[in-house]
């Protein structure tokens, strides 16, 4: 049986940017993913890299949000180095859009509030705007600019990153479900993976919204693991667009969707939140309030060819915040419910895990993020105890 530092369950963007980092580290990683590593909610996502909270509950989380977007074009340059360039990273900006009778109004709290969290903003003129992006709704009352969002590509990412694994020699088990995490007494000692015992020095729990159920779909009571990573998954509907005539360089967005630009030319509309399970079908209502979104913001994609559809599940929380902190399980670590910023959080993330298990080291503002919030009082009395940081 062969032993490794470490073993790294899910292969999204979380779980091989992680194995990324460690790897460079000279540690000895395995990935071991359910299906296909990078094909679940990573494959799906829009790729916006925003660090600005979209609702109030979000608010916690933008410290950690703009530390990993300033990581971004180092995190970037360090994969293709180790890969090939895919050049799908892009640092043009946003443009928030505003609409209704109280446009200027909320165009003007949300400046003053991203400028508060120190999120660089500033108020617009439409014209200025139009300048910028030339397809924007008349009807649209109020503008704002966001320069220093960019985006990425999250395909192109997750097969240059696995990419990067390769050459790296990272192990990575695809169709690899996990069915239990071995411990011997209060410290973790590997997983069984594909009906194979895995020995491990560390175990990163980076399963998504499977982190929950990995026993199986069903399984949450009798899992002890959701005790510490009670993941749900949230649907998110998605659709590209491709059209000859319009060229968007840049994020639009408003309160209602946004389109994102691609590369290649198609433009990425979304999304929709849902929590319906595990199910993963398209819906008339759902593609038709993307649509209605896109079209609102900019009425000549009315005119472009729906050239895809799909969806993915994001990992929901309790409190939709991440989950990322060592248990009070000897080497066990949990780094998942990353909501709709897996994509943004991954470099913060991977840093996070590098740290830890390298030098036992936790950064004092990630308290809010930690697994054991969820676990009882008994469990978090014992954190300091357990953690593989003392080990």
């Known amino acids: 049986m062969k032993a490794f530092d470490v073993a790294i369950i899910g292969g999204g963007i979380i779980g091989s940017s992680i194995a990324f980092e460690l790897a460079a580290e000279e540690l000895d990683v395995v990935l071991v993913d ?18 600005g909270p979209d609702s109030a509950e979000a608010l916690p989380l933008v410290p950690l949000a703009k530390e990993s977007l300033q990581l971004y074009p180092q995190f ?14 892009a640092s043009n900006g946003a443009l928030q859009i505003f609409s209704g009778p109280l446009a200027e109004i909320d165009r003007d709290k ?21 300048k910028m ?65 895995i020995k491990a020095k560390f175990v990163i729990v980076a399963a998504g919204c499977h982190s929950a159920f990995l026993t199986g779909e069903n399984a949450v009571e009798n899992d002890w693991l ?15 667009l491709h059209s000859n005539e319009i ?4 994020v639009l967005r408003s309160d209602r969707g946004y389109l994102v630009p691609r590369h290649e030319g198609r433009i990425v509309a979304g999304s929709t939140l849902e929590d319906v399970g595990f199910n993963k079908s398209l819906t008339a209502g759902g593609i038709r309030k993307i649509l209605d979104a896109a079209i609102e913001l900019a009425p000549k994609i009315a005119d472009a060819r729906i050239v895809e559809t799909w969806t993915g599940l994001r990992p929901g929380s309790p409190d939709n ?51 054991l919030r969820f676990a009882g009082k008994n469990l978090q009395a014992n954190a300091s105890r357990g953690t593989a940081a003392n080990s």
């Open 321 to 371: 915040l991440p989950i990322i902190g060592p248990t009070d399980i000897e080497g066990l670590f949990i780094a998942t419910g990353h909501y709709r910023n897996g994509i943004l959080l991954a470099p913060v993330t991977a840093k996070i895990v590098r740290d830890w298990v390298r030098r036992g080291q936790m950064p004092a503002s990630s308290e809010i993020f930690s697994p």
């Open 110 to 130: 949300m400046v003053s509030d991203f400028q508060t969290l120190g999120i660089e903003i500033e108020p617009v003129s439409l014209e200025n705007a139009r």
């Open 76 to 89: 970037i340059g360090h994969i293709e180095e180790a890969s090939e360039p895919f050049m799908h990273f």
């Open 247 to 250: 060229r968007l360089h840049r």
């Open 226 to 240: 959701s005790r510490y990573a009670p993941t749900r998954p949230v649907r998110g509907q998605m659709l590209a």
């Open 133 to 197: 992006e030339s397809w924007i709704s008349p009807n649209a009352l109020a503008a704002a600019w966001l320069p220093r969002e960019s985006t990425v590509d999250p395909r192109s990412l997750m097969d240059s990153i696995l990419a990067a694994l390769r050459h790296q020699e990272v192990e990575i088990r695809a169709g690899c479900p996990v069915t239990s995490i071995s411990r011997q007494g209060a410290r973790c000692t590997g997983v069984t993976a594909g009906g194979e015992d």
């Open 34 to 51: 359910r299906e296909e590593p990078g094909r679940g909610a990573s494959w799906a996502a829009a790729g916006m890299l925003s660090p």
